[in-house]
T-cell receptor
Framework: SQTIHQWPATLVQPVGSPLSLECTVE??????LYWYRQAAGRGLQLLFYSVGIGQISSEVPQNLSASRPQDRQFILSSKKLLLSDSGFYLC?????????????FGAGSRLTVL | GQNIDQPTEMTATEGAIVQINCTYQ??????LFWYQQHAGEAPTFLSYNVLDGLEEKGRFSSFLSRSKGYSYLLLKELQMKDSASYLC??????????WGAGTKLIIKP
């Protein structure tokens, strides 16, 4: 069966510090991978998605970046965090060969920028 | 533009039935998803409709009308554990998901 791991679960970072959130998927190959952010009381905002190694599409211009160094690894980074980067970050995957994209989410990373 | 509308909050009584509505406007359409999200947790998949009609899964059912751009999630025999947010999402012509802000469902004893 497929599993998705995301870490760290929570972190508190000062403004201007770097960020690295990591996500890995097991039990499947060539998945579509996604990073979402969810602000309190708001819908999911797609930040990045990837259909393959080194292929990253950015949906929202911001100070975040994503990388996919391996087929089942997706990393969200920032060089300098802003207060507005606080939120609940969710990694997700869907089968790469399916158009009807049922997403399976990781447990999430709650980021507080102070 | 693309948009999803669903009520912000609903309250229902344990054992009762509740219907959560969702209307959507997308560029193309490739299906409508419902997810459940408990507070502080990740969303989990509940249902997917791509054709008009009702899909039933135990206590949960989901309905779709493509001509009206409308869907609803029906929860029967409500239990306290059903207290959660319910997210509606439509898949557009590029298979990208457009998400609603979610409906917070409060179940009272």
């Amino acid at each position: 069966s497929q599993t998705i791991h995301q870490w760290p679960a929570t972190l508190v970072q000062p403004v201007g510090s770097p960020l690295s959130l990591e996500c890995t998927v097991e039990g499947t190959s060539n998945p579509n991978l996604y990073w979402y952010r969810q602000a309190a009381g708001r819908g999911l905002q797609l930040l990045f998605y990837s259909v393959g190694i080194g292929q990253i599409s950015s949906e929202v211009p911001q100070n975040l970046s994503a990388s996919r160094p391996q087929d089942r690894q997706f990393i969200l980074s920032s060089k300098k965090l802003l207060l507005s980067d606080s939120g609940f970050y969710l990694c997700a995957w869907s089968p790469g060969d399916s158009g009807a994209n049922v997403l399976t989410f990781g447990a999430g990373s709650r980021l507080t920028v102070l | 533009g693309q948009n999803i509308d669903q009520p912000t909050e609903m309250t229902a009584t344990e054992g009762a039935i509740v219907q959560i509505n969702c209307t959507y406007q997308t560029s193309g359409f490739n299906g409508l998803f419902w997810y459940q999200q408990h507070a502080g947790e990740a969303p989990t998949f509940l249902s997917y409709n791509v054709l008009d009609g009702l899909e039933e899964k135990g206590r949960f059912s989901s309905f779709l009308s493509r001509s009206k751009g409308y869907s609803y999630l029906l929860l029967k025999e409500l239990q306290m554990k059903d207290s959660a947010s319910y997210l509606c999402a439509a898949s557009d012509s590029n298979y990208q998901l457009i998400w609603g802000a979610g409906t917070k469902l409060i179940i009272k004893p």
